[in-house]
């Protein structure tokens, strides 16, 4: 065996128990028919369903003032802000779309012919009231640092949202999980998967046989700070802030944030 299939070997040995495990619990699936449905597709879908409702529409009703926000009509170049409307669309499709959209959409096609893609123009639709609740909810929870920068995501709304409704230990539980599994999500879903197919790839147009010559090739200086983020975001949202600061009503804290 090549030097390379003895380190994929050794890699499957060591994750492999661990992913099928996750796999079971994650696509945990239920009869309907004749069919087995994973819970988490219908838990997605009666999401989406129950936001777009209870949201009135929104994603269709207000399209016209999305346009006109993304375009910067409604923006002055003097707002507070570390990016524009558009740049902070651009850099929401960017880390959107690819893995899932792209791949994940040829995939089901090609497993479940072309009745899949009507489903998946379905699911899109729901998603939109998902992703408007998801984007609302990290502008109103999001937190302004010392230094002007601003940080937002599940990890806080979880946290400081269910605070503001009188649950602020299941909301720093619900942060510290989220965030721990958006670790391990980031490494597989977000560079385990795209690495290891420009590995293959460049491997069988050129001579180089070891893989991890290229997996050192793509590391960036830049994930060092990704992953001192995902530590301070662990931290912060875990149960060590409950120890050692005193709690902060979320009220306060965004009017602290504002300057009120």
């Not at 909301?171 to 290891?196: H, R, T, V």
Request: net charge negative; glycine share 12%.
């Amino acid at each position: 065996m090549s030097q390379s299939g003895s380190i994929d070997a050794a890699i499957q040995g060591v994750f492999g128990p661990f992913v099928d495990v996750l796999e079971t619990v994650v696509f945990y699936a239920i009869p309907i028919g004749d069919a087995q449905v994973p819970l988490v597709i219908l838990w997605l879908l009666c999401g989406g369903l129950f936001l777009t409702f209870w949201l009135r529409v929104r994603p269709f009703k207000d399209a016209m003032q999305t346009l006109r926000i993304i375009r910067g009509h409604m923006s002055r170049h003097d707002d507070p802000g570390e990016v524009t409307s558009f740049q902070a669309m651009a850099t929401e499709l960017a880390g959107t779309i690819g893995l899932g959209n792209i791949a994940g959409v040829a995939v089901a096609i090609t497993m479940g012919g072309p009745g899949a893609a009507l489903w998946i123009m379905i699911a899109g639709v729901l998603g939109m009231a998902v992703k408007l609740a998801e984007a609302t909810l990290s502008q109103m929870f999001r937190r302004v640092n010392d230094d002007g920068s601003i940080a937002g995501g599940p990890m806080y709304y979880l946290t400081d949202g269910l605070a503001s409704i009188g649950k602020p230990k299941l909301g720093k539980a619900l942060g510290f999980i989220f965030a721990f599994c958006f670790m391990i999500a980031a490494m597989g879903a977000g560079n385990i998967f795209q690495s290891n197919q420009i590995a293959v790839h460049l491997i069988e147009a050129s001579w180089v046989l070891f893989r991890f010559l290229y997996g050192g090739q793509l590391a960036d200086p830049g994930v060092i700070i990704h992953i001192d983020d995902l530590c301070r975001a662990l931290i912060s949202e875990g149960f060590v802030e409950a120890l050692v600061v005193p709690p902060v009503d979320p009220v306060q804290r965004r009017k602290l944030d504002l300057g009120q």
